[in-house]
């Protein structure tokens, strides 16, 4: 059999179910790869995602702790947010460092961009590294209740290890950072 990366989906129609300020929900009638009727359906986020790995000049990092209501359970993470489409999304990383941890940083490299679950949506995730951090005030938004705590960057890759971090975009970030740092490229 012949693999290309043409578009074997054909769409016969689309159905709009649903909308909100963030996402849009989407079915479509298809002809499948296989040749047969089915049907699909798409989440389209309207933002960006975005999560940031900080790292301070003593190898710590900040995780956020908060309740996840879609998970309905407690999740530590990197300090995540949306980034509206159309600014450029280090300024949005800029904005959710200082509103969820306090934190600015001098030093930002992109270090990786996922879609974070390509078979029901198409949300992409752009990954950064702050570095040369300085503490201000947090600003979280009112539908936040944050925790953040400071830990040795190592304590941060074992909860990865262990199955304490779980959230696709920590997991990512932090094993990233740790790749990295292994292969002394962080300088």
């Given at each position: 059999m012949h693999h290309t990366e043409e578009n074997p989906w054909t769409i016969t129609s689309a159905k709009h179910i649903y909308t909100n300020p963030w996402i849009s929900l989407t079915e479509y009638q298809v002809i499948n790869p296989s040749g047969n009727p089915g049907i699909y359906g798409k989440v389209h986020f309207k933002n960006l995602a975005i999560g940031i790995v900080t790292l301070d000049k003593d190898m710590n990092t900040y995780l956020v702790g908060q309740y996840?209501?879609?998970l309905d359970q407690y999740s530590w993470e990197i300090t995540e947010g949306g980034g509206l489409l159309g600014i450029d999304p280090?300024?949005?990383?800029k904005r959710e460092l200082l509103e969820e941890t306090g934190l600015k940083a001098s030093e930002w490299t992109?270090?990786?961009?996922?879609?974070?679950?390509?078979s029901v949506s198409d949300e992409l995730s752009i990954l950064y590294l702050a570095r040369g951090l300085e503490q201000f005030e947090a600003e979280?938004?009112?539908?936040?209740?944050?925790v953040v705590k400071k830990v040795p960057f190592e304590e941060a890759y074992q909860m990865v290890c262990e199955g304490k971090i779980t959230?696709?975009?920590?997991?990512?970030?932090?094993?990233?950072?740790?790749?990295?740092l292994l292969e002394n490229k962080l300088g």
């Open positions: 996840r209501f879609p280090i300024d949005s990383a992109e270090i990786q961009r996922l879609h974070l679950s390509n979280p938004e009112d539908t936040e209740q944050l959230d696709s975009m920590s997991v990512a970030g932090i094993l990233k950072v740790k790749l990295l």
